[in-house]
């Protein structure tokens, strides 16, 4: 049994595939591992890029990597301290440092590595941020691309780990220049299964080749070669044209650099706002499209040969891998949301439509752009559907006859392309909070009860999905899928059989809201039939629980009591023998006891009313606890100790014991190791005895920590026996 084991597996799980750890050690280890990636020599350090990585196929990136070398290598003992998420995996970490300009476009990890002789899969991906002082004006940041994503981008904090299961679309933003700030530091890679973990069968072409080519020994290096000059040349070609003829329009005859400047401030806001082509005005959208239109016009009538070979067109707009100023055009812009996409993919998201038009009517090629998942992971239509462009989702439907309702699910996308969970425009659509686009879809006849299909048995509902983003339009999605036959309980739900919509309750929607500290959205639930009696079916946890366990959460709490007939019991205990009250004190350093303070507030009414009734001591006990609420300033005062060691002894009595208890280990990371006194000490050092097999803990709390101090503490000039 490993601690550590259970714990990441099923965070990954319960998050959708995947977390954010922060803290993930205690901060004089995380220094030290700093202080050892930065003192690495510079001989250490490689370049990986594009041209020379076949590793990561055709996806544009530049970064450097360093290697432990041996187990005495300092590195080593960094890696372990990641390595020991999941101890007993075969795993491949590596040092990441990322300067001005280096970057990862959009990719899904998806890779195999060869090892004792044997082929490996890419299974869970992790990657430990060390980097100091790093805001989201640096760049740099984990772009979460996948459709279930809870939130988009992650700044690369310090000492903080975030892990996924592959595959999974991310990237990393391109880091800007900023005098005197430190580079990027990460240790990042895979945990890996052996053979062959993917269900899909590389392609024979495409992004795929290279892969291929690898496993089977082959060499697709030349094939790359040649489409990336090609790439290079036609983006050049179609930039050049189309500053020349934005200058021509701004009646500027100016310098190409100024033109440039221009074209960036039309689309300063997509670059300030992560790149989202969606915080385009509609006035901005019609200008360009008419600008582009014009511009397409003549390089067609110049150039026959290019309007016949469209795709050419694939690669045009294309983000040159030199540049480190890649979002200039188009393709940077979009690229960014979808990997090799077309101008198809590019006029969809943008909203293009009389471009869009030209483009289809005159082409052969890219006639049918239903489905082009080896070029982009979302179809045309999925991407008009996305941004919400409901008149590009029109014209792409009712001109060009694309199907509205096609979804593919990683069991039926056999053969076209990699894909982890279902997709389909409607899910798209949803994902993103579009509310045209979902209900002109649902109209036309889309399943309101699809869910994200991976191949596990979790799945999330539309309803979920919608809500647990938060995007844009999201209540009124939520509102026009309950319309159209939405199930208001069915938030994230575990498959019992194959085809079946319904399975176990994990989340309700209510559940989610409540997480949220959303009660308007609550409140539309509930007046939708929404049920608050459902219980989390695997832990037996309860709306209330949910509520009580995220702080600073009085209102949901009460909202929830208020409708709860009244012999809701705040001490009732699920399946770990954890009640809302506890959860509730738990949180208490985090809001000043208010989410107690409101759950004793009604206590007291039901203490009062049972009182009474109580036979034996020990009710009697168990009820007056809940008047018991402590001082505003219950932990803080005296410090970790106080939240350690209650949840420590609670722990201990739980039936579970320490080992499933993640809130427990929570408290322990939180624990800044120059925080650490005789007495927390003292319950770090009785929770270690209690774990047969410290993998985890071991690291945090035992040897190695005092290692890795060694280190630091040795690379600071002080020698580790001088103590
Ligand atoms: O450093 C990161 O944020 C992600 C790195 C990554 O995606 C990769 O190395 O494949
Ligand atoms: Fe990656």
Redesign the pocket.
Known sequence: MHLSKIDLVEKLEHAGGLVRIENFLPSAAAEAALHILETLPESRWEVRRDADDTQ?NATA?R?YVASARGRKDPLALVRRAVQNLLPEKKAVISA?R?SAGDH?AP?D?LGYHREDGKLWSRDV?V?F?LTKDWTKADG???LDLDPGAQRSS?V?LFNSL?SFVVPRE???TAVRPRTGRAP?Y?L??WFLVEGDLYRFEPESHGKNAAKKAKTKGGNSQGELHERSARNVHTSALVNANLIDFLADQMGEGAPKESVANKFRELFVVIFDEQWDPTKLQEGQIRNLDNLVLKQLRELFSQSPQMSQDMILWKYGFGMHQESPDFSLDLKGLVGVYFPNCTLVHAFAALGFERSLDFVLSGTRLLASPSRDLKVAMHTPLETAAKFGRLPVVELLVKKFGVDPLETLTPESAQGKGKISTAVSPLLRAVADGRAEVTRYLLDMGADPLQSTETHSARRMSLIRLALGRGLNDYIDVLRILLDHGANPDLGIFKKEEKNSKIGKFIETPLMTAAMMRKVEVMQMLYDRGADPSILNQETQSSLLHVAASVPDNAKVVAYILSLADRDVDPLTEDKNGVSPWFLAKDVASDDDGANMRMLSKIARQVFQENLPKARSPKQVQKLSCLTDVPKPTFAVASGDYVRLSASYRFLRHAKGGLRTKESFWARVTDVHSDSIDVEIADVLVAAQSELQNANYGDVLLGVPLKKIQAVFLASNGHHPDDE
């Open positions: 990561r990136h970064f990441g990322y990862i990719h990890d991906a990657i941020y740099g940041a984990l992650y690369p975030v991310h990237a990393v990027r990460s990042f890679g």
